[in-house]
């Protein structure tokens, strides 16, 4: 069993669907993320959450929406979506959000999005 | 704006030849570097890092080198084999930055047998 689980491994929907990402991380860690994988793009951050409160937010479009009931656990909300939203979403932990943390993070296998 | 980027998008090596991965980054404030790798239908997993103090480190068959001069980090692997095969991204964070990094776009390893 790898450290971060995400499911569902792939989603098709449609733009006007509802859907939700879910991450667990089974190592202890403090902070989670949301990552945004495009092909031939650099993985984008979208959200950070330390200790369940939402840190940071890149600037992600509101029919991005994040949820995390506890440390172990984050959640991405879909709704109304776009076609160019499709992409490998990766959850990922770390140990803490410590401006002096060595960054490494621990990235699940990601959620294969196609919206259509 | 800051980047970090990858001078080539595919790299094809013969196995058992030494690899390396080339990144540039433009931010001078850059203070920590990780490589990662990421095989097909995977999520990234850490290689090595290193932070701006060091100009070199080692790791089991990798070594990445830091030429904070030009703002270059590369990566060697060391009698490269099949399971090397994979794409490789540079990762960096500021001083202060903590765990929020800026990926490079990758590059493509392909392990010629």
Redesign the interface.
């Known amino acids: 069993e790898t450290g971060v689980t995400q499911t569902p491994r792939h989603l098709v929907m449609g733009m006007t669907n509802k859907k939700s990402l879910k991450c667990e991380q089974h190592l202890g860690h403090n902070a989670m993320y949301w990552y945004k994988q495009s092909a031939k793009k650099p993985l984008e951050l979208m959200f950070v959450y330390s200790l369940e409160e939402r840190v940071e937010n890149n600037s992600v479009p509101s029919r991005f929406s994040p949820e995390c009931p506890n440390s172990s656990h984050l959640f991405l909300h879909l709704h109304t979506l776009q076609p160019e939203d499709s992409a490998l979403y990766l959850c990922a932990s770390s140990q803490a959000i410590r401006t002096s943390a060595t960054g490494e993070l621990f990235f699940g296998e990601g959620s294969r999005l196609t919206v259509l | 704006g800051e980047s970090?980027g990858l001078h080539l998008?595919t790299l094809s090596v013969q196995e058992g030849d030494n690899s390396i991965i080339n990144c540039a980054y433009s931010n001078s404030a850059s203070d920590?570097f990780?490589w990662?790798k990421q095989e097909s239908?995977?999520?990234?997993?850490?290689i090595i890092?290193i932070r701006s103090n060091m100009d070199k480190r080692q790791g089991q068959r990798v070594t990445v080198l830091l030429n904070k001069t030009v703002k270059h980090l590369s990566l060697q692997i060391a009698a490269t084999q099949p399971g090397d095969s994979a794409v490789y991204?540079c990762?960096e964070?500021p001083t202060?930055?903590?765990?929020?990094?800026?990926?490079?776009?990758?590059t493509q390893l392909k392990v010629e047998l």
């Open positions: 970090v998008p920590y990780i990662y239908g995977k999520g990234p997993q850490f890092d991204f990762a964070t202060g930055g903590g765990n929020k990094l800026t990926f490079g776009t990758g």
